[in-house]
C-alpha cells in the first residue's frame, strides 16, 4: 500500500474481476475507494475459491484497502444515496467505477446534472453493451486455438482471466489521466473500457492480427515452445519439469556455458545451415536443440541444474503449483516487500500482496485487508454526506442500508 493518492475518492460499483480489480490497484495507492453492495452482497460475494466456512478468498483478494457501504438501490432512497455519494463535493472526489449498465442512477447525464464535473469510468464486455465475460472474448480473439501441443485440434483455455486483469488496470489508468485532465480544464466526463477492445488490441500489438492479415495465416500450436525464439520444457533426473528460455545472445551463450554443450550446439548451427546466435534460427533449431539439452537435464538433480543455471545466468524458472510456490518461492513470501502476512476478518491471517509497482524513496505502508461488507456504511454516510446519527439510524431500521 502507498499513500500516493490519498487525498482522491473514488465510488465503486463493480462485481467480478476487472472493474473491482481497478479499484483495488487504485486503493493500493492510496485512494479512499468506497465499494458498494447491495444487502447481503453483490454477485461476487460468495464467488470460489472459498475457505471451508464458504468465505470468499476470490472477494477477500480484490478488495484489499477498500471501504464497503451496503446500500439497496432498488429503492428510492437507496438511489438517492449513491448518487449523493458519487457526486459527493471535493476537489478529488466526483470519481465513479463501474462495470454495471448505463441506466438509472448511474447513468452519466443524471450524474452531471449533480456534478458537472463528475468522472465515470465504464468496464463494459463489448463495446456497443452486449454481455461478453473473459472467457467468451478469449474463444474469439485465437489464442485458445494457438494454445496447447502440436496437432491437438481441441480449444484450450487459459487459467488466469488476462483480459479482465489487462482491462482492470487499463480502467484504472484511465481513471487517473482523466482526473487529472479535470485539473486543468474542470470537465467532466465518461470514459469506457471493453474487454474485446482490450483483447483485440493486445493481439494486434502482438503481431497476431498483422500475421493473419499479411501473411494470410493464423499461429500454429507450439507446444511449450516459445515461439520465434527458443525455450521449452525439460525435465531432471526426478521429472521436475522446468522452463529454458535463450531469447537473446547473451541468454543463449549463457545456456553454452551452463550445460558445457556450447560447441555442440555451434556445431549443430553448422549442420543445419543456421546461425543460432539468430533467434529466429534458434526457434527453427528448436527440436535439435532440445535432443541436446533434453539428456543433459535428465542426467541431473533439480539442485544441480539450478546451480549450473544461476551461476551462468540462464534465464529459467520451475514449474511449480500455487501451493508449491507459497512453500518454496522466496518471492511469494515476506521477503519481497510487497508481500505481508495480514489477518482478514472472518477468514483469518494469510500471506497477501500489496502494489507490484516500487516506488524509489517511497514508504510502502500496511497492506490493508478486504472489509466486512457493509463495515464502513455509517462512516461514509457521516464523513463523506454529513448526515446525523438519527438520519443514519432511520435509514437502518427502514432497511435502505445495512
Not at 542426467?299 to 541444474?305: D, L
Request: charge should be negative.
Amino acid at each position: 500500500m502507498y499513500a500516493l493518492l490519498k487525498s482522491w475518492r473514488v465510488l465503486e460499483a463493480a462485481a467480478f474481476v476487472a472493474a473491482p480489480l481497478a479499484g483495488m490497484t487504485l486503493a493500493q495507492l492510496g485512494c479512499e475507494v468506497i465499494r458498494l453492495d447491495p444487502p447481503g452482497g453483490g454477485l461476487d460475494a460468495q464467488r470460489w475459491p472459498v475457505d471451508r466456512h464458504g468465505n470468499s478468498l476470490y472477494w477477500a483478494g480484490l478488495n484489499k484497502g477498500k471501504k464497503s457501504v451496503v446500500v439497496d438501490t432498488q429503492r428510492a432512497e437507496g438511489r438517492e444515496l449513491a448518487q449523493a455519494l458519487a457526486t459527493a463535493p471535493g476537489p478529488n472526489a466526483g470519481l465513479l467505477l463501474t462495470n454495471m449498465p448505463q441506466r438509472g442512477w448511474l447513468e452519466f447525464a443524471a450524474l452531471a446534472a449533480r456534478r458537472p464535473d463528475v468522472i465515470l469510468a465504464q468496464v463494459k464486455g463489448n463495446r456497443d453493451g452486449s454481455s461478453a465475460l473473459d472467457y467468451t472474448v478469449n474463444c474469439a480473439v485465437g489464442f485458445p486455438l494457438a494454445t496447447g501441443p502440436a496437432g491437438w485440434s481441441a480449444p484450450i483455455n487459459h487459467v488466469l482471466p488476462a483480459w479482465d486483469a489487462i482491462t482492470g488496470v487499463t480502467a484504472a489508468l484511465g481513471l487517473v489521466v482523466a482526473a487529472q485532465q479535470r485539473q486543468a480544464d474542470g470537465k467532466g466526463r465518461m470514459l469506457s473500457v471493453a474487454l474485446s477492445d482490450v483483447a483485440i488490441a493486445m493481439a494486434g500489438n502482438l503481431g497476431h492480427i498483422a500475421e493473419a492479415e499479411i501473411n494470410g495465416e493464423s499461429r500454429a500450436r507450439h507446444g511449450n515452445d516459445l515461439f520465434g525464439a527458443f525455450g521449452g520444457d525439460f525435465a531432471d533426473v526426478d521429472g521436475r519439469r522446468l522452463m529454458v528460455v535463450a531469447l537473446t545472445p547473451r541468454q543463449w551463450r549463457a545456456l553454452g556455458v551452463a550445460t558445457g554443450l556450447a560447441e555442440k550446439f555451434t556445431a549443430l548451427g553448422a549442420l543445419l545451415g543456421l546461425d543460432l546466435d539468430s533467434e529466429g534460427d534458434r526457434f527453427k533449431a528448436r527440436d535439435a536443440i532440445a535432443l541436446l539439452l533434453r539428456p543433459w537435464c535428465a542426467e541431473r538433480t533439480f539442485q544441480e541444474i539450478c546451480e549450473a543455471f544461476d551461476n551462468a545466468g540462464v534465464c529459467w524458472g520451475p514449474y511449480q503449483t500455487f501451493a508449491e510456490m507459497v512453500a518454496h518461492d522466496p518471492r511469494c513470501s515476506p521477503l519481497n516487500p510487497m508481500m505481508q502476512h495480514v489477518m482478514q476478518p472472518g477468514i483469518g491471517q494469510y500471506l497477501m500482496p500489496g502494489s507490484p509497482l516500487e516506488f524509489d524513496g517511497v514508504a510502502r505502508e500496511k497492506i490493508v485487508p478486504a472489509p466486512r461488507l457493509g463495515q464502513h456504511t455509517d462512516e461514509v454516510l457521516a464523513n463523506v454526506l454529513g448526515l446525523p446519527a438519527h438520519a443514519i439510524g432511520k435509514l437502518h431500521d427502514s432497511g435502505v442500508i445495512a
